[in-house]
């Protein structure tokens, strides 16, 4: 399936120092509650009723049979500091929406019967010319949250800053730290998110920042490391280390707790033939996709990557923070008019995608 001469290398060690432009993220905490707000959503042309609100930015989206479908994104006018939830209970048919007074939530997962997301847990921030980061307000104590009711109330989960939590059923997950400023660790539940474990990063030396991570039994998954954006300095401050190169790897995590380095890319501003990958999303029998400035299947626990041409009428490219489900289909965020449109897409041979419904990307 694909174009196999785009196939990308196995890797087994890049070196080379690169980083990457500083993205500044705002990021507010608040009290839990839903307020239901009107609006349409188009599928195929017909507007739904009762339809989610306009101009929200959808972030992530989970579903378990592609029935039930939850995405999870910033409110309209909030600046990501209001969460914006839209449900499914007929696979697209009809949809309905609420927002929450907590921060947007950035990535999702279904844990059993609860949904936990959480928010990009880092405050803006930036630099001068001496590349010592200056962070603008506090740093948030609670990123992660919790919703038992299919995403009307949310409450935080735990305390910490720990970012993209991925589960594999109501007690075992995984999740990060924030990879903006220089705190790569990975951290493991078995008792569904009420206490977690730092262990060792998969990642290598060169590429310690883990951006994006996918759990497919308990103690094994994948970790997508690339380099960092930021160092600690011997004071304890956070240095900038800006850069237009990027490299990266996809590493796989065994269940005796060993890694192995599997495919791996560079990206460099001055060439444009570079492979940028931003999410993965990986199955327990080493199939999977990859998502960036482009889209990658792999059958072979992402030693290969098989670069696919995105289809469908309107898609123009997806973002793998959704959910595989058996075979090849997949529910993932979809992007159309050159990303002026963001949307919830499917696909069930991960090549040929549709849009279940779409909203204008506003949230500012």
Known sequence: ?????????????????????????????GACGPAGVGGTATQAGVSLSPGPM?????????????????????????????????????????????????????????AGDRLIGATSCVPEHDYNDTLEVHVHGRLPTTCMYVSDDHGAQWSGLVSGRMVDPTFIDDRHGWARSPDQLA??????????????????SPC???????????????????????????????????????????????????????????????????????????????????????????????DDHAMTLVRQDVRGAGVTGVSARGSLLPGNTAVFVGFASDGAVTGIATTT????????????????
């Open 54 to 110: 306009t101009g929200i930015a959808l972030y992530a989206v989970a579903t378990r049979d592609g029935v039930d479908i939850v995405g999870v994104g910033a409110a309209p006018h909030s600046r990501d500091t209001r969460l914006a939830v839209v449900r499914t209970t007929d696979g697209g048919s009809t949809w309905s929406s609420s927002t929450a007074e907590i921060p947007a939530l950035q990535t999702l997962t279904w």
């Open 349 to 364: 041979d991960g090549v040929t995608w549709r849009l279940l419904a779409e909203w204008p990307w506003s949230p500012l």
């Open 183 to 200: 705190e790569p660790a990975l951290y493991s539940t078995d008792d569904g998110g009420l206490s977690w474990r730092a262990f060792r």
């Open 204 to 298: 290598p030396p060169d590429r310690p920042a883990i951006t994006s991570i996918s759990l497919v039994a308990p103690g094994t998954g994948y970790a997508l490391c690339k380099t960092a954006k930021y160092r600690m300095s011997s004071d304890g401050t956070w240095l900038a280390v800006p850069s237009p190169q990027e490299d990266w790897a996809i590493v796989e995590v065994l269940v005796d707790g060993t890694a192995e380095l599997r495919a791996n890319g560079h990206v460099d501003e001055a060439d444009t033939s570079g492979t940028f990958v931003r999410d993965i999303a990986m199955r327990e029998d080493g199939s999977g996709l990859v998502t960036g400035t482009g889209t990658w299947s792999t």
């Open 1 to 29: 399936m694909g174009d196999k001469s785009r196939n990308l290398p196995r890797g087994r060690g890049l070196t080379g120092r690169a980083g990457i432009a500083i993205w500044s993220l705002v990021v507010a905490l």
